[in-house]
Nanobody, 119 residues
Framework: QVELVESGGGSVQAGGSLRLSCAASGGPVSMYCMAWFRQVPGKERERVARIYTDGGSSRYADSVKGRFTISQDNGKNTLYLQMDSLKPEDTAMYYC????????????WGQGTQVTVSS
């Protein structure tokens, strides 16, 4: 059973930065892709970034393009999300996810880490 554990969330002022980490462990950890999602209460979960584990190709939601960077350290089985120029609308619970064949509907999810951006 793959386990994903996020860390690095917190509170920051607008314009600041945070770096989220996601440590993967347990069972076969080679996945087709990994991604970061976020969700605000009452709204649908949004995928903010995705990366293919074999080649590192990434894709971003328009709302975070140019401000967020997804990366991976395969040797450490860790996924990262560098978030710069944060805005109050980035406030959400952020989830790490991994997919065996797709990151549109990932197979594994972390428990989430809260990010709060104040104006």
């Amino acid at each position: 059973q793959v386990e994903l554990v996020e860390s690095g969330g917190g509170s920051v002022q607008a314009g600041g930065s945070l770096r989220l980490s996601c440590a993967a462990s347990g069972g076969p950890v080679s996945m087709y892709c990994m991604a970061w999602f976020r969700q605000v209460p009452g709204k649908e979960r949004e995928r903010v970034a995705r990366i293919y584990t074999d080649g590192g190709s990434s894709r971003y939601a328009d709302s975070v393009k140019g401000r967020f960077t997804i990366s991976q350290d395969n040797g450490k089985n860790t996924l990262y999300l560098q978030m710069d120029s944060l805005k109050p609308e980035d406030t959400a619970m952020y989830y790490c996810a991994a997919g065996r064949s797709t990151c549109l509907r990932p197979d594994y999810w972390g428990q989430g880490t809260q990010v709060t951006v104040s104006s």
